[in-house]
């Protein structure tokens, strides 16, 4: 994979929106009933990053426990995670904790993550607040985004901010070796 390829995995519980947020990042419309996801589906999408076009290879993964094994199949060489969670389901922030240990046991600390705290357009319903999730971000070295996959609020932002930031660390990498 050319390091202009980026391989991006969201993970999380299943009913927090990943599809949807997919969705969003491609332009399609929200869809309300969206089935979960049964295995793995990706989309692509080229971003413009300090005129450069990355190659984004989105992968949508299954949140079902039934699932688990298969999904971390998919989570290898993933260049970007992102963590969701919606802000309407204490649970599912709860499992954040699970994803992060799932991930890090494949990766290590190498992709670039992010957390989104979903569905932000239901905040009357909010049962995860604003600083948990920032705290949450905080402590496993995420960039924390709120987003709404049905509004598209936050999302467009988010995915160029995680790409940003992967570019910022690949060209790290190459000025080290460079000066190797």
Avoid at 47 to 69: C, M, P
């Amino acid at each position: 994979m050319a390091d202009d390829d980026i391989k991006v995995i969201l993970v999380g519980r299943t009913g927090t929106g990943k599809t949807n947020i997919i969705n969003a990042i491609i332009g399609a419309k929200f869809d309300s009933s969206e089935m979960s996801t049964s295995t793995a589906a990706f989309v692509e999408k080229t971003i413009n990053v300090n005129n450069k076009d990355y190659h984004l290879a989105i992968w949508d993964t299954a949140g079902q426990e039934k699932f688990r094994s298969l999904t971390k199949i998919f989570i290898k060489d993933a260049k970007i995670v992102i963590f969701v969670y919606s802000i309407t389901d204490k649970e599912s922030f709860k499992e954040i904790d699970f994803w992060l240990e799932t991930v890090k046991n494949i990766l290590g600390d190498k992709p670039v993550f992010g957390l989104a705290g979903n569905k932000k357009d239901l905040f009357q319903q909010e049962e995860v607040g604003d600083e948990e999730g920032e705290d949450k971000a905080k402590e496993i070295g995420a960039i924390f985004k709120l987003t709404s996959a049905k509004t598209k609020i936050g999302i467009e932002d988010f995915v160029k901010k995680l790409a940003e930031e992967y570019a910022k660390k690949i060209g790290s990498l190459m000025e080290v070796r460079e000066r190797n």
